[in-house]
């Protein structure tokens, strides 16, 4: 039976650290020049609905890696762009393809797609989750950390797609979280509620980003306005006053505390350039780790 990425939800603590697993052993081979075609003769299709670099390169190296071949669809220029149903999509593209990932705008396109699609499906990106890029920051975290367990995880910004997937990680993964949102711009209401009724850690919406960054062992931000809500820009400025993540911010956490950014990132905006750029980020190992577990997901999927 096929299973798709669409959440993190949707699996066990168990399953993912076998992601976890999986990642660090391909890592390993991927520096050391062993080759892992896990994947040989296999073809993924990835459909791009909102423009990317990190999703893009990212899959499209990983897949090769694995000894398959990666296809780039811009959904604008395919037959779903001129309105195709996505179930009449999903139908063909699964003949013709091993694997489906979607960076898109809705949850309910990577969702129904799933639902018709003979082949798994991963979520790329929505509106509503970022799963592979919560599972690229934790395992970021367990190279520089040594686990998840026991640490305490600050979001400081919007309640957007990054947040509601670190709530449903703090959820099965055990790990207390704090959100320090903008009245207005909370999490999904619907995610939080899934999280507290799955876990006994912590998981805390607060207004004062000092109350998120105080002990916390690691920080992470998002930029305010995401694709699609450029026109919001002034407005989110004013009311995300006070939550950039700063020096000020991260003298409140603990004093090996590390600091992630999924990217792209405004720097002067909701992360300072001395911080992004400081001893303190783990930005750049982040954005690495895209490849490594993505390529885990994809070989634990479609193998």
Request: include cysteine; glycine fraction near 8%; proline fraction near 3%.
């Amino acid at each position: 039976m096929k299973k798709d990425f669409l959440a993190l939800s949707q699996f066990s603590k168990a399953e993912l650290d076998a992601i976890f697993s999986l990642t660090k052993e391909l890592k390993h081979k991927q520096k050391s020049g062993v080759e892992h075609h896990l994947l040989k003769g296999k073809t993924l299709a990835m459909i791009f609905e909102k423009s990317s670099t990190r999703t893009r390169i990212s899959f499209e190296v990983g897949m090769y890696q694995l000894g398959g071949h990666p296809l780039f669809i811009n959904g604008k220029d395919s037959q779903m762009g001129r309105g195709e149903p996505i179930k009449d999509s999903a139908r063909v593209i699964a003949r013709y393809c091993d694997g489906v990932m979607i960076r898109t705008f809705a949850q309910k396109t990577v969702e129904d797609f799933a639902k018709y699609a003979s082949v798994p499906i991963i979520n790329g990106l929505t509106d509503l989750h970022h799963p592979c890029q919560i599972m690229a920051d934790l395992f970021t975290v367990i190279e520089h950390k040594g686990g998840y367990q026991g640490l305490k995880f600050a979001w400081i910004g919007d309640g957007n797609n990054m947040a509601n997937t670190w709530i449903e990680a703090a959820a099965i993964f055990g790990f207390d979280l704090t959100l320090a949102c903008p009245i207005g711009y909370d999490p999904d209401p619907n995610v939080l509620e899934w999280a507290r009724t799955h876990t006994s850690a912590q998981i805390v919406i607060t207004r004062d980003p000092k109350e998120a960054a105080k002990d916390a062992d690691v920080l992470s931000t998002d930029v305010w306005a995401s694709m699609g809500q450029e026109e919001e820009q002034k407005i989110r400025e004013k009311a995300f006053a006070g939550f950039q993540l700063d020096e000020e911010l991260l003298d409140l956490a603990q004093g090996n505390a590390m600091v992630l950014h999924c990217l792209p990132a405004h720097r002067g905006e909701e992360i300072s350039e001395d911080v992004l750029e400081g001893p303190h980020s783990a930005v750049w190992d982040e954005a690495e780790n895209r490849l490594h577990v993505q390529k885990a997901i994809m070989a634990t999927l479609m193998k």
